[in-house]
């Protein structure tokens, strides 16, 4: 499921509260957990790449069902273009699960910051520490 400030949405605004839920069936316990996304253009060209690891968050994943939040506080893609989304779950182990264009969603670039100029496009690729992962 994902979320725009707090709403159910397939269009995500820039400067936005990026909210991915993520629900699993582990059929086994993780060890070294890892969780990551990655979001790219229609031409395939990566614009955030992370995992928990990356930002130095470790996971408990336990046999069964789980949920996991993939949190951007103030969401840093400026484009008015349709992106996809590589998910990726599993551990140091071989049966690392990665999903390929597990979804899409649009980007809507408005003035996030009041200022009556619009962001230039080429501007990202740009680092941001407002992002979260978890297992809830």
């Not at 994902?2 to 605004?13: E, F, N, P, T």
């Not at 996991?68 to 690392?96: C, R």
């Not at 969603?105 to 740009?126: M, T």
Request: aromatic share 14%.
């Amino acid at each position: 499921e994902l979320y725009c400030d707090g709403h159910l949405s397939d269009v995500v605004s820039t400067g936005s509260k990026f909210e991915l839920k993520l629900f699993f069936n582990a059929y086994r316990d993780f060890h070294e957990s890892e969780i990551g996304i990655v979001i790219k253009d229609e031409n395939n060209i990566s614009y955030i790449g992370l995992n928990n690891k990356h930002i130095g968050t470790s996971l408990k994943i336990r046999k069964g069902k789980g949920k996991a939040v993939i949190s951007i506080i103030d969401f840093p893609i400026y484009a008015n273009e349709v992106f996809w989304a590589n998910l990726y779950f599993g551990d140091q182990g071989p049966n690392y699960e990665c999903l390929i264009n597990a979804f899409s969603f649009r980007v809507s670039c408005n003035d996030v910051y009041g200022s009556g100029r619009k962001l230039d496009p080429s501007w990202n690729r740009i680092y941001s520490n407002n992002i979260k992962i978890n297992t809830l």
